[in-house]
C-alpha cells in the first residue's frame, strides 16, 4: 500500500476532499491530508459535498501537520500555493508534487462541487502515475 499525504493551508476543504477521493478511488494508495496552519474543522460544505458523494468518514478531521510529519509516505502533494512555498522539510526523504487548486472556501456549494471535479480528473491521475 502507497502513502500520500495532501497539504495545504488550513486542511478544511481542499486536502479533505483530496483525501477522501483517493481513499475512495485509489486502490493501492492510502491518503491522509494536513494543514500547514490547520483550521481545526471541515467546511460544511466539503462535508456535505463528501456525504452525498457517499466517501465521507467521520475519521476525517483537520489535523496540524506536527500530528503526521513523523509517518512514512511515498509522496506529499501541496495542493495550494501557500502550503507549496512553505512545505516543510520532512525527517524522512519522500517525493513531492504541487497541484494547486482554488480554495471554493467561502464560496457556495457550486465551488465545492467544481473542486472535487477538479481533484478528480487532474490529480487523481497524476498521483496514479506517480505511485502506480
Do not use: Q
Amino acid at each position: 500500500m502507497k502513502k500520500v499525504l495532501i497539504l495545504c493551508t488550513g486542511n478544511s476543504c481542499r486536502s479533505i476532499i483530496a483525501e477522501a477521493l483517493i481513499n475512495a478511488e485509489l486502490d493501492g494508495i492510502e491518503a491522509e491530508s494536513s494543514g500547514i496552519k490547520a483550521s481545526g474543522k471541515i467546511n460544511p460544505h466539503a462535508k456535505k459535498l463528501l456525504e452525498t458523494e457517499g466517501i465521507w468518514k467521520d475519521s476525517y478531521h483537520s489535523k496540524t501537520l506536527g500530528t503526521v510529519i513523523d509517518h512514512d509516505y511515498d509522496l506529499v502533494v501541496t495542493v495550494c500555493d501557500h502550503a507549496h512555498e512553505t512545505c516543510p522539510i520532512f525527517p524522512k526523504s519522500v517525493s513531492k508534487m504541487h497541484v494547486s487548486f482554488e480554495d471554493p472556501d467561502g464560496k457556495g456549494y457550486e465551488a465545492f462541487e467544481e473542486t472535487l471535479k477538479e481533484i478528480r480528473e487532474i490529480l487523481l491521475p497524476k498521483i496514479t502515475k506517480e505511485l502506480l
